[in-house]
């Protein structure tokens, strides 16, 4: 079991950072240490806890870091708080530290850091974020943004490197995030209140496998803490699945013996759950998940006045009225919008302008959520391949797009409680 910080670090001061890079220091700076010394530091700060978090202390990680210091001097790079980061990862921010306080940035286990003067990572040792890397942002309530943040990879990689993204949230403001990896399987991580993460962790296999390889997913948070999950499994078959509030999970159920080529899925205030696809015919069916765990079975969605709509990909949002808000990509590329009210009738489908006064808006990945105040928030890839966001309110206006210039491939967004909404973003 680790043991609490022997003494507790100072806060370490913000500093201008214009002379600093983030590359690690050149061998011999004066301000340097080796991996030996900086695990004396930690020795002392944390017991030589490199993962060390305890929730309301504001120092993190092996040389217990603080938030405000990690973000200056780029450790975000690597993870959102140092704790997420790997030992490497951590020393190399810290390296920037010494460089930019010196010695008293420890002040009492700095362990000859004034003395050492030795490269710990010599060479070139700063991953390189590429295209297919997941990143996070807020949309505050009173409609300012967070920086889009990398998140940090499975297994102590400084990217998590995905084909496909899901988000939620749950009652308690935390978020679930799923994510398919460059490896084809499914993994699942957590974003507390707080802003720090879990980890990814791999989800396990349908039927005792090992691991869910997944063509596509989704998350939603429920109205009791937990979260339930679709996915369509390597067969092209879909799957069920909830994890409980408690952390522990119920197991993948086969839903029927329909296949997707997508899938999305909303929660509902009286805890059914909405389900769309695209089938493989191309076309767009729904389905309804009661309380009970009993499905209403798939539905196909009426077109422009045809039986069925054609779509590439699709996404739905649940109401605080009960109503479901669908989007969808039609054969033509462009965004459309439907309602499926909660009487489980109909509004019919309607385009969605499109950025600037376009027509239509050509998208090739969109998301949408619904919000406490009955507006909902969408985000989407444009034909440009950066990320816009859009709102609908509840009075059926538009807010119109908005260009985040952040390069993107695919997108999810949730929206919390608290009238904000949280996006994960792999990067174009």
């Known amino acids: 079991m680790s043991r609490a910080p022997r003494r507790r670090a100072a806060a370490l001061t913000l500093t201008a950072l214009a002379a600093l890079t983030l590359s690690t220091v050149a061998t011999g700076s004066a301000q340097a240490a080796s991996v030996a010394t900086w695990d004396r530091v930690a020795q002392c700060e944390s017991s030589g806890n490199w993962s060390y978090y305890k929730a309301g202390w504001q120092f993190y990680g092996g040389l217990q870091i603080t938030k405000s210091t990690w973000e200056a001097f780029g450790g975000t790079q690597y993870a959102p708080l140092p704790h997420q980061a790997t030992k490497q990862q951590q020393i190399m921010t810290a390296e920037r530290i010494l460089a930019g306080q010196g010695t008293g940035a420890w002040p009492s286990c700095n362990a000859g850091l004034g003395s050492d003067h030795a490269d710990p990572y010599p060479g070139p040792t700063t991953p390189v974020s590429k295209a297919g890397d997941l990143y996070h942002a807020t949309r505050?309530?009173?409609?300012?943004?967070?920086?889009?943040?990398?998140?940090?990879?499975?297994?102590?990689?400084?990217?998590?490197?995905?084909?496909?993204?899901?988000?939620?949230?749950?009652?308690?403001?935390?978020?679930?995030?799923?994510?398919?990896?460059?490896?084809?399987?499914?993994?699942?991580?957590?974003?507390?209140?707080?802003?720090?993460?879990?980890?990814?962790?791999?989800?396990?296999?349908?039927?005792?496998?090992?691991?869910?390889?997944?063509?596509?997913?989704?998350?939603?948070?429920?109205?009791?803490?937990?979260?339930?999950l679709m996915a369509i499994g390597k067969d092209g078959k879909i799957y069920h699945n909830a994890r409980y509030a408690s952390g522990s999970w119920q197991g993948w159920a086969q839903v029927g013996d329909w296949g997707?080529?997508?899938?999305?899925?909303?929660?509902?205030?009286?805890?059914?759950?909405?389900?769309?696809?695209?089938?493989?015919?191309?076309?767009?069916?729904?389905?309804?998940?009661?309380?009970?765990?009993?499905?209403?079975?798939?539905?196909?969605?009426?077109?422009?006045?045809?039986?069925?709509?054609?779509?590439?990909?699709?996404?739905?949002?649940?109401?605080?009225?009960?109503?479901?808000?669908?989007?969808?990509?039609?054969?033509?590329?462009?965004?459309?919008?439907?309602?499926?009210?909660?009487?489980?009738?109909?509004?019919?489908?309607?385009?969605?302008?499109?950025?600037?006064?376009?027509?239509?808006?050509?998208?090739?990945?969109?998301?949408?959520?619904?919000?406490?105040?009955?507006?909902?928030?969408?985000?989407?890839?444009?034909?440009?391949?950066?990320?816009?966001?859009?709102?609908?309110?509840?009075?059926?206006?538009?807010?119109?797009?908005?260009?985040?210039?952040?390069?993107?491939?695919?997108?999810?967004?949730?929206?919390?409680?608290?009238?904000?909404?949280?996006m994960v973003v792999s990067r174009g």
């Open 140 to 228: 505050l309530a009173d409609g300012n943004w967070t920086s889009f943040s990398p998140l940090n990879g499975y297994g102590g990689a400084a990217f998590f490197n995905g084909t496909q993204d899901a988000i939620a949230a749950t009652p308690d403001g935390s978020t679930q995030t799923l994510a398919t990896g460059a490896d084809g399987n499914l993994y699942h991580t957590a974003r507390y209140t707080n802003g720090s993460w879990t980890g990814w962790a791999p989800v396990d296999g349908y039927a005792g496998a090992a691991r869910f390889a997944a063509q596509g997913e989704a998350i939603v948070g429920m109205s009791n803490g937990d979260s339930q």
């Open 260 to 422: 997707a080529q997508k899938i999305a899925a909303a929660s509902l205030p009286d805890g059914s759950m909405q389900v769309l696809i695209v089938g493989y015919d191309g076309n767009v069916y729904h389905n309804v998940r009661s309380v009970s765990g009993s499905w209403q079975g798939w539905n196909a969605v009426a077109g422009f006045g045809a039986d069925t709509f054609q779509a590439k990909d699709v996404a739905i949002a649940g109401l605080p009225n009960g109503d479901a808000q669908l989007l969808a990509s039609g054969s033509d590329g462009k965004l459309y919008h439907n309602i499926r009210l909660a009487s489980g009738s109909w509004q019919g489908w309607g385009a969605v302008d499109g950025f600037g006064g376009a027509a239509g808006f050509q998208a090739s990945s969109f998301a949408i959520s619904g919000m406490p105040s009955g507006d909902t928030q969408l985000i989407a890839v444009g034909n440009d391949g950066k990320v816009y966001h859009n709102a609908r309110y509840a009075s059926g206006t538009w807010q119109g797009w908005w260009n985040t210039a952040f390069a993107g491939q695919k997108v999810s967004i949730a929206g919390m409680s608290d009238g904000g909404a949280q």
